[in-house]
Protein backbone atom coordinates (compact mmCIF):
# COMPACT_ATOMS: atom_id res chain seq x y z
CA UNK A 1 0.00 0.00 0.00
CA UNK A 2 1.32 3.40 -0.94
CA UNK A 3 2.46 5.33 2.27
CA UNK A 4 0.12 8.38 0.82
CA UNK A 5 -3.29 6.40 1.68
CA UNK A 6 -1.75 5.11 5.14
CA UNK A 7 -3.89 6.69 8.20
CA UNK A 8 -2.35 8.73 10.54
CA UNK A 9 -3.21 9.36 14.50
CA UNK A 10 -2.89 12.56 16.39
CA UNK A 11 -3.44 12.51 19.73
CA UNK A 12 -7.49 10.38 19.35
CA UNK A 13 -8.03 11.44 15.85
CA UNK A 14 -6.89 9.13 13.21
CA UNK A 15 -7.05 10.34 9.65
CA UNK A 16 -7.90 7.97 6.65
CA UNK A 17 -4.74 9.22 4.15
CA UNK A 18 -2.15 11.71 3.55
CA UNK A 19 -4.26 13.99 1.19
CA UNK A 20 -5.26 17.05 2.92
CA UNK A 21 -7.60 20.06 0.98
CA UNK A 22 -5.72 23.34 2.43
CA UNK A 23 -7.72 26.47 3.41
CA UNK A 24 -8.16 28.20 0.24
CA UNK A 25 -10.75 31.74 0.62
CA UNK A 26 -14.00 31.60 -1.44
CA UNK A 27 -15.40 35.20 -0.85
CA UNK A 28 -18.65 34.07 -0.94
CA UNK A 29 -20.76 34.81 2.57
CA UNK A 30 -22.80 37.51 2.48
CA UNK A 31 -20.46 40.79 3.34
CA UNK A 32 -23.32 42.35 5.63
CA UNK A 33 -26.63 41.50 7.63
CA UNK A 34 -27.41 38.89 9.87
CA UNK A 35 -25.98 36.17 7.06
CA UNK A 36 -22.49 38.13 7.08
CA UNK A 37 -19.79 35.59 7.06
CA UNK A 38 -22.09 32.65 7.41
CA UNK A 39 -21.23 29.51 5.25
CA UNK A 40 -24.03 28.93 2.28
CA UNK A 41 -24.79 26.38 -0.33
CA UNK A 42 -21.47 27.17 -2.23
CA UNK A 43 -19.25 26.51 0.98
CA UNK A 44 -21.29 23.42 1.33
CA UNK A 45 -20.95 22.07 -2.29
CA UNK A 46 -17.39 22.87 -2.45
CA UNK A 47 -15.97 20.93 0.87
CA UNK A 48 -18.73 18.31 0.10
CA UNK A 49 -17.38 17.45 -3.43
CA UNK A 50 -13.50 16.93 -2.11
CA UNK A 51 -14.99 14.91 0.65
CA UNK A 52 -16.59 12.35 -1.46
CA UNK A 53 -13.60 12.81 -3.85
CA UNK A 54 -11.46 10.74 -1.11
CA UNK A 55 -9.78 13.95 0.83
CA UNK A 56 -8.65 12.22 3.94
CA UNK A 57 -8.97 16.08 6.17
CA UNK A 58 -10.66 19.04 4.97
CA UNK A 59 -9.33 22.73 6.29
CA UNK A 60 -12.24 25.45 5.48
CA UNK A 61 -11.05 28.92 4.35
CA UNK A 62 -9.19 31.26 6.28
CA UNK A 63 -12.54 31.68 9.20
CA UNK A 64 -12.43 35.39 10.86
CA UNK A 65 -12.20 35.57 14.65
CA UNK A 66 -14.18 38.67 14.38
CA UNK A 67 -15.99 40.94 11.37
CA UNK A 68 -12.92 43.09 11.22
CA UNK A 69 -10.49 40.05 10.91
CA UNK A 70 -12.13 39.17 7.42
CA UNK A 71 -9.35 39.61 4.73
CA UNK A 72 -12.52 40.62 2.78
CA UNK A 73 -16.26 41.59 3.47
CA UNK A 74 -17.14 37.92 1.63
CA UNK A 75 -15.09 36.16 4.13
CA UNK A 76 -16.76 33.04 6.49
CA UNK A 77 -16.72 34.09 10.20
CA UNK A 78 -17.38 32.30 13.44
CA UNK A 79 -17.66 35.32 15.45
CA UNK A 80 -21.27 34.41 16.36
CA UNK A 81 -23.67 31.21 17.16
CA UNK A 82 -25.70 31.94 13.43
CA UNK A 83 -22.20 31.01 11.66
CA UNK A 84 -21.49 27.90 14.15
CA UNK A 85 -25.23 26.15 13.52
CA UNK A 86 -24.60 27.12 10.08
CA UNK A 87 -21.27 24.98 9.88
CA UNK A 88 -23.35 21.91 11.68
CA UNK A 89 -24.57 20.81 8.08
CA UNK A 90 -20.91 21.10 6.95
CA UNK A 91 -18.92 18.97 9.33
CA UNK A 92 -21.66 16.55 9.42
CA UNK A 93 -21.47 15.73 6.03
CA UNK A 94 -18.06 15.48 5.80
CA UNK A 95 -17.96 13.10 8.83
CA UNK A 96 -20.89 11.06 7.09
CA UNK A 97 -17.96 10.41 3.97
CA UNK A 98 -15.19 9.54 6.35
CA UNK A 99 -13.41 12.68 5.70
CA UNK A 100 -12.37 14.73 9.13
CA UNK A 101 -13.79 18.35 8.89
CA UNK A 102 -10.55 21.34 10.38
CA UNK A 103 -11.14 24.67 10.11
CA UNK A 104 -8.41 27.13 10.11
CA UNK A 105 -9.06 30.27 12.57
CA UNK A 106 -7.90 33.58 11.39
CA UNK A 107 -7.57 37.47 11.82
CA UNK A 108 -6.17 38.87 8.17
CA UNK A 109 -4.40 42.28 10.53
CA UNK A 110 -3.36 45.16 7.91
CA UNK A 111 -4.44 42.85 4.91
CA UNK A 112 -8.43 43.18 5.82
CA UNK A 113 -11.27 44.93 4.05
CA UNK A 114 -9.86 43.98 0.35
CA UNK A 115 -12.14 43.01 -2.62
CA UNK A 116 -12.78 39.65 -3.87
CA UNK A 117 -9.46 38.33 -5.79
CA UNK A 118 -11.70 38.85 -9.04
CA UNK A 119 -12.79 41.99 -8.61
CA UNK A 120 -10.29 44.70 -8.95
CA UNK A 121 -7.60 42.30 -8.55
CA UNK A 122 -8.19 42.16 -4.31
CA UNK A 123 -7.53 45.88 -4.50
CA UNK A 124 -7.68 47.46 -0.76
CA UNK A 125 -11.48 48.84 0.02
CA UNK A 126 -10.98 52.33 1.67
CA UNK A 127 -12.82 53.11 5.41
CA UNK A 128 -15.09 55.40 4.00
CA UNK A 129 -16.56 52.89 1.11
CA UNK A 130 -19.23 50.50 1.22
CA UNK A 131 -18.35 47.20 3.16
CA UNK A 132 -14.95 48.93 4.13
CA UNK A 133 -13.20 49.39 7.41
CA UNK A 134 -9.94 50.35 8.83
CA UNK A 135 -7.65 47.47 9.63
CA UNK A 136 -5.63 46.70 12.64
CA UNK A 137 -2.05 45.79 13.22
CA UNK A 138 0.91 45.33 15.24
CA UNK A 139 2.05 48.78 13.77
CA UNK A 140 0.53 51.37 12.21
CA UNK A 141 2.54 50.43 8.82
CA UNK A 142 0.03 49.42 5.53
CA UNK A 143 0.52 46.18 3.87
CA UNK A 144 1.62 47.94 0.46
CA UNK A 145 1.19 50.79 -2.15
CA UNK A 146 -2.52 52.27 -1.91
CA UNK A 147 -3.54 49.92 1.22
CA UNK A 148 -5.27 51.89 4.01
CA UNK A 149 -2.95 52.49 7.07
CA UNK A 150 -4.10 50.71 9.71
CA UNK A 151 -4.28 51.02 13.99
CA UNK A 152 -1.78 49.89 15.65
CA UNK A 153 -3.53 47.74 18.79
CA UNK A 154 -3.00 48.55 22.03
CA UNK A 155 -2.58 45.57 24.66
CA UNK A 156 -6.11 45.67 25.69
CA UNK A 157 -7.56 45.48 21.81
CA UNK A 158 -4.50 42.57 21.62
CA UNK A 159 -5.41 40.88 24.61
CA UNK A 160 -9.61 41.16 23.41
CA UNK A 161 -8.25 39.72 20.25
CA UNK A 162 -6.36 36.28 21.58
CA UNK A 163 -10.16 36.40 23.30
CA UNK A 164 -11.68 36.03 19.97
CA UNK A 165 -9.16 33.48 18.82
CA UNK A 166 -10.99 31.19 22.02
CA UNK A 167 -14.37 32.06 21.54
CA UNK A 168 -14.02 30.48 17.89
CA UNK A 169 -12.74 27.69 18.91
CA UNK A 170 -15.24 26.92 21.16
CA UNK A 171 -17.76 27.98 18.51
CA UNK A 172 -15.73 25.18 15.94
CA UNK A 173 -16.23 22.26 18.40
CA UNK A 174 -19.65 23.28 19.49
CA UNK A 175 -19.98 22.84 15.14
CA UNK A 176 -18.83 19.97 14.57
CA UNK A 177 -14.79 20.52 13.46
CA UNK A 178 -12.02 18.18 14.59
CA UNK A 179 -9.32 20.05 13.82
CA UNK A 180 -8.67 23.38 15.04
CA UNK A 181 -5.70 25.44 12.72
CA UNK A 182 -4.28 28.69 14.03
CA UNK A 183 -3.42 30.95 10.76
CA UNK A 184 -0.16 32.34 11.33
CA UNK A 185 1.01 32.81 7.44
CA UNK A 186 0.81 34.56 4.67
CA UNK A 187 0.85 38.26 5.86
CA UNK A 188 -2.38 37.55 8.62
CA UNK A 189 -1.92 39.20 11.85
CA UNK A 190 -0.11 36.29 13.77
CA UNK A 191 2.04 36.55 11.06
CA UNK A 192 2.51 40.41 11.12
CA UNK A 193 3.81 39.89 14.94
CA UNK A 194 6.15 37.55 14.05
CA UNK A 195 7.79 39.42 11.29
CA UNK A 196 9.99 42.23 11.96
CA UNK A 197 9.30 43.59 8.84
CA UNK A 198 5.61 44.30 10.21
CA UNK A 199 5.87 44.39 13.75
CA UNK A 200 8.32 47.34 14.83
CA UNK A 201 6.82 47.70 18.26
CA UNK A 202 8.86 48.26 21.51
CA UNK A 203 6.85 46.92 23.90
CA UNK A 204 6.44 43.35 25.10
CA UNK A 205 4.85 42.28 22.08
CA UNK A 206 8.06 43.30 19.29
CA UNK A 207 11.97 43.55 19.45
CA UNK A 208 12.85 40.42 19.49
CA UNK A 209 12.09 36.88 19.50
CA UNK A 210 10.07 36.55 22.31
CA UNK A 211 8.19 39.48 21.96
CA UNK A 212 7.63 39.31 18.19
CA UNK A 213 6.02 35.32 18.80
CA UNK A 214 4.70 36.68 22.26
CA UNK A 215 1.32 37.12 20.76
CA UNK A 216 1.02 34.16 18.88
CA UNK A 217 1.77 31.93 21.49
CA UNK A 218 -1.10 33.63 23.67
CA UNK A 219 -3.48 33.08 20.61
CA UNK A 220 -2.43 29.21 20.76
CA UNK A 221 -2.28 28.32 24.81
CA UNK A 222 -6.01 30.35 24.51
CA UNK A 223 -7.26 27.85 22.02
CA UNK A 224 -5.67 24.52 23.24
CA UNK A 225 -6.93 25.88 26.65
CA UNK A 226 -10.80 25.27 25.01
CA UNK A 227 -10.03 22.61 22.28
CA UNK A 228 -10.24 18.97 24.28
CA UNK A 229 -6.89 17.28 24.87
CA UNK A 230 -7.73 14.53 22.95
CA UNK A 231 -8.10 16.14 19.82
CA UNK A 232 -5.42 18.17 17.80
CA UNK A 233 -4.14 21.50 17.11
CA UNK A 234 -2.81 22.60 14.41
CA UNK A 235 -0.65 26.16 13.17
CA UNK A 236 0.23 27.13 9.84
CA UNK A 237 3.33 29.22 9.52
CA UNK A 238 4.77 31.37 6.93
CA UNK A 239 8.50 29.73 7.55
CA UNK A 240 10.29 32.52 5.99
CA UNK A 241 9.41 35.90 4.42
CA UNK A 242 11.92 34.79 1.55
CA UNK A 243 13.80 38.36 2.36
CA UNK A 244 17.32 36.50 2.74
CA UNK A 245 17.10 34.15 0.14
CA UNK A 246 16.54 36.75 -2.04
CA UNK A 247 19.52 38.84 -0.85
CA UNK A 248 17.58 41.80 0.80
CA UNK A 249 19.21 43.39 3.45
CA UNK A 250 15.41 43.83 5.22
CA UNK A 251 14.55 42.37 8.11
CA UNK A 252 12.54 39.78 7.82
CA UNK A 253 11.17 36.27 9.86
CA UNK A 254 13.44 33.40 8.81
CA UNK A 255 12.97 29.36 8.53
CA UNK A 256 15.82 29.59 11.20
CA UNK A 257 13.28 31.19 13.50
CA UNK A 258 10.21 29.52 12.28
CA UNK A 259 12.00 25.92 13.68
CA UNK A 260 12.82 28.13 17.22
CA UNK A 261 9.05 28.87 17.02
CA UNK A 262 7.78 25.16 16.39
CA UNK A 263 9.66 23.76 19.60
CA UNK A 264 7.71 26.55 21.08
CA UNK A 265 4.35 25.37 19.60
CA UNK A 266 5.60 21.69 20.33
CA UNK A 267 5.59 22.51 23.92
CA UNK A 268 2.41 23.78 23.68
CA UNK A 269 0.77 21.31 22.51
CA UNK A 270 0.55 22.20 18.74
CA UNK A 271 0.34 18.67 17.18
CA UNK A 272 1.29 19.34 13.32
CA UNK A 273 3.01 22.24 11.98
CA UNK A 274 1.29 23.18 8.23
CA UNK A 275 4.05 24.88 6.56
CA UNK A 276 3.97 27.21 3.70
CA UNK A 277 5.80 30.67 3.01
CA UNK A 278 5.70 34.51 2.15
CA UNK A 279 2.40 36.62 1.92
CA UNK A 280 4.02 39.22 4.19
CA UNK A 281 6.02 41.54 1.79
CA UNK A 282 4.40 42.95 -1.35
CA UNK A 283 7.05 43.26 -3.52
CA UNK A 284 9.37 40.34 -2.26
CA UNK A 285 10.36 37.26 -5.13
CA UNK A 286 9.28 34.03 -4.32
CA UNK A 287 10.54 30.97 -6.40
CA UNK A 288 7.74 29.27 -7.61
CA UNK A 289 7.96 25.80 -8.21
CA UNK A 290 7.25 22.07 -7.78
CA UNK A 291 8.28 21.33 -4.16
CA UNK A 292 9.36 24.67 -3.07
CA UNK A 293 8.04 24.76 0.24
CA UNK A 294 8.93 21.36 0.63
CA UNK A 295 12.59 22.11 2.15
CA UNK A 296 11.50 24.31 4.67
CA UNK A 297 8.93 21.45 6.52
CA UNK A 298 11.41 18.74 6.36
CA UNK A 299 13.62 20.87 8.54
CA UNK A 300 10.80 21.46 11.11
CA UNK A 301 10.18 18.00 11.06
CA UNK A 302 14.07 16.95 11.90
CA UNK A 303 14.93 19.82 13.74
CA UNK A 304 11.86 20.50 15.73
CA UNK A 305 10.63 16.74 15.65
CA UNK A 306 6.88 18.44 15.29
CA UNK A 307 4.92 16.52 12.41
CA UNK A 308 4.49 18.84 8.86
CA UNK A 309 2.17 19.11 6.47
CA UNK A 310 3.56 20.48 2.86
CA UNK A 311 2.49 22.60 0.68
CA UNK A 312 2.77 23.97 -2.37
CA UNK A 313 3.00 23.02 -6.33
CA UNK A 314 2.16 19.67 -5.59
CA UNK A 315 0.46 18.13 -8.41
CA UNK A 316 1.15 14.51 -9.33
CA UNK A 317 0.31 11.47 -7.03
CA UNK A 318 3.69 10.19 -7.61
CA UNK A 319 4.88 13.93 -6.04
CA UNK A 320 2.80 13.78 -3.28
CA UNK A 321 3.85 9.65 -2.41
CA UNK A 322 7.71 10.86 -2.61
CA UNK A 323 6.79 13.55 -0.45
CA UNK A 324 5.60 11.37 2.55
CA UNK A 325 7.43 8.00 2.13
CA UNK A 326 10.41 10.14 2.21
CA UNK A 327 9.78 11.56 5.64
CA UNK A 328 10.33 14.86 4.32
CA UNK A 329 6.17 15.65 5.41
CA UNK A 330 3.62 13.57 7.26
CA UNK A 331 0.56 14.62 4.85
CA UNK A 332 0.47 16.75 2.08
CA UNK A 333 -1.87 19.69 1.75
CA UNK A 334 -3.17 20.55 -2.00
CA UNK A 335 -4.76 23.53 -2.85
CA UNK A 336 -5.61 24.58 -6.50
CA UNK A 337 -5.17 20.99 -7.86
CA UNK A 338 -7.95 19.83 -6.06
CA UNK A 339 -9.82 22.99 -7.19
CA UNK A 340 -9.08 21.51 -10.82
CA UNK A 341 -9.82 18.12 -9.60
CA UNK A 342 -12.15 16.93 -6.66
CA UNK A 343 -11.54 13.50 -7.13
CA UNK A 344 -7.49 14.13 -6.83
CA UNK A 345 -7.34 11.39 -4.07
CA UNK A 346 -9.95 9.00 -5.79
CA UNK A 347 -7.75 9.33 -9.12
CA UNK A 348 -4.45 8.91 -6.73
CA UNK A 349 -5.65 5.92 -5.49
CA UNK A 350 -6.35 3.99 -9.12
CA UNK A 351 -2.44 5.29 -10.36
CA UNK A 352 -0.96 4.14 -7.17
CA UNK A 353 -2.80 0.99 -5.47
CA UNK A 354 -4.18 2.92 -2.55
CA UNK A 355 -7.84 3.19 -1.22
CA UNK A 356 -10.19 6.36 -0.17
CA UNK A 357 -13.99 5.94 0.86
CA UNK A 358 -16.32 5.33 -1.46
CA UNK A 359 -19.61 6.53 -1.29
CA UNK A 360 -22.01 4.27 -1.39
CA UNK A 361 -24.33 5.80 -4.08
CA UNK A 362 -20.94 5.53 -5.98
CA UNK A 363 -20.87 1.55 -5.55
CA UNK A 364 -22.33 0.00 -8.57
CA UNK A 365 -22.26 -4.13 -8.97
Same mark, same amino acid.
Given at each position: ???????????????? $??????????????? %? #??????? $???????????????????????????????????????????????????????????????????????????????? %?? +??????? =?????????????????????????????????????? @??????? @????????????? +??????????????????? +????? +?????????????????????????????? @?????? #??????????????????????????? %?????? $???????????????????????????????????????????? =????????????????? @?????????????????????????
Amino acid at each position: MSTLFEPVTLRSLTVP $NRIWMAAMCQYSAAP %D #GDQAGVP $NDWHFTHLAARATGGTGLIITEATAVSPEGRISPYDLGIWNDTQAEAFRRITAFLKSQGTVPGIQLAHAGRKASTERTWV %DR +GAPIAPD =VQHGWTPVAPTAAPFGPGSTAPEELSTDAIEAIVGQFA @DAARRAL @DAGFEVVEVHGAH +GYLVHQFLSPHSNRRTDAY +GGDFA +GRTRFALEVVDAVRAVWPDDMPVFFRVSAT @DWLREN #GDDREGWTAEETVRLAKELRARGVDLL %DVSTGG $NVPDVKIPVGPDYQVPYAQRVREEAGLPVAAVGMITDPEQAEAI =VASGKADAVLLGRELLR @DPYWARHAATKLGGEVSTPDQYHRA
